[in-house]
């Protein structure tokens, strides 16, 4: 039998879920059994593209469909309710980073969790990335000695935040939006956690030009439990000529070696006219079209999505969480991202150190 999945919000990234599981139901691994989505004209996209049940209100959706897992993918201040229902209908749940953005809320929903005895796991999807997997193995194999310090910086185009998301842009940042991506996946990396953080952010372009309260940037120094001491850049103010929507980079120094790592430049390179210089992460979303003329979906981005489904199956065939710890990024790692997270913010705001505790 089929994994049967709903999905919980159907917005720009949420259609990515949409896509990988009705692809799993090509080869009847997976079903994408219904869509929740707030917006009645979005959930009638959604119903007139993929033909499963959509619902408004994500409770019926629970009451009324048999499902065996469910992916949340609100806003991130909005996950903690979904996911807290979900865990209580006894479903799995796949949520999208951060898990939450309070450690109070995470703490609740891995509690939730446990309570039903179901899977949660974080979309953290940078870890499926074959370049950072190389890293990993490299660190973890103690190639590189003991990791001292290192840099990362990953940075949106200002089309994010007023584009894509202007309505709910203030209730994040570029810490919250995108520094949970590193944070996440320089502690895997690592296999240690955050210890102190000291930031800064800048509030100029979205409050002055946009009318939208949040940071254009945070600058985060985070010391982690095994002693190095990681840098953040982060940012969603380039100017709109900037050749990939996203630019992103990490170097990790150890006392035997460095590695880094450009992850927004892998090698696609154009330049067309009236469109401008352009790259491409083909390596996240690619598409190409089988045999009977559907678009098929590959890449990480895809890969960690498809993860959820693998690991219900496991479930299924008589696997148990316990077996599972540590093989997929888990409710306890997106509480340690939070942290960090929460940290970093409350250092940006009041000028100090902060602890993580």
């Known amino acids: ?16 879920h949409l896509n990988t599981f009705r ?28 033909g499963c049940p959509v619902y408004l209100d994500y409770n019926e959706m629970l009451e009324k469909e048999d499902l065996d897992g469910v992916s949340v993918v609100t806003p991130d201040h909005l996950h903690r309710p979904v996911t807290l229902a979900a865990c209580a ?33 974080v979309d953290f999807h940078k870890r499926y990335d074959p370049e950072h997997i190389a890293m990993e193995r490299r660190v973890s194999s103690g190639e590189l000695g003991k990791i001292l310090y290192g840099k990362v910086c990953m940075e949106d185009r200002i089309e994010v935040p007023v584009d894509w998301f202007p309505h709910w842009a203030p209730s994040s940042s570029p810490g919250w939006f ?16 955050g210890k102190r953080v000291f ?25 982690f439990a ?28 150890g006392t035997k070696g460095l590695w880094e790592i450009d992850t927004q430049y892998r090698g696609s390179r154009s330049c067309v006219a009236g469109e401008g210089m352009k790259t491409y992460n083909n390596g996240f979303i690619s598409t190409y079209t089988d045999k009977q003329g559907r678009t ?21 065939n008589g696997s148990t969480l316990d077996r599972l710890a540590g093989k997929y ?13 929460v940290a970093a913010h409350e250092s940006a705001r009041t000028g100090k150190v902060i602890d993580i505790s």
């Open 23 to 50: 692809q799993l139901s090509y080869t009847g691994v997976a079903e994408l059994a219904a869509v929740a989505e707030i917006n009645p004209d979005r959930a009638e996209w959604v119903r007139a593209n993929y």
């Open 296 to 316: 098929i979906y590959r890449g990480y981005g895809v890969e960690s999505i498809e993860d959820f489904v693998r690991n219900i199956l496991a479930l299924k």
């Open 89 to 121: 209908a006894g479903k799995h749940v796949l949520c999208e980073k951060p898990l939450d953005v309070t450690v109070e809320g995470c703490q609740e929903m891995i509690d939730a969790a446990r309570r039903a005895n179901v899977l949660l796991q």
């Open 1 to 16: 039998m089929p994994v049967k999945v709903g999905v919980v919000g159907a917005g720009i990234f949420g259609v990515n």
């Open 226 to 253: 095994n002693g190095a001491v990681i840098s953040f850049d982060l940012s969603w103010i380039l100017p709109r000529e900037f050749e990939a929507v996203v630019n992103q980079e990490i170097k990790l120094v």
């Open 199 to 223: 930031a800064v952010g800048r509030k100029e372009t979205l409050n002055n030009d946009y009318g939208i309260d949040t940071y254009d940037s945070i600058s985060a120094m985070v010391e």
């Open 178 to 193: 995108l520094g949970v991506h590193f944070f996440d996946l320089v502690s895997w990396v690592m296999k240690s956690t």
């Open 329 to 341: 990024p888990s409710g306890e790692d997106g509480l340690e991202v939070t942290k960090i997270a």
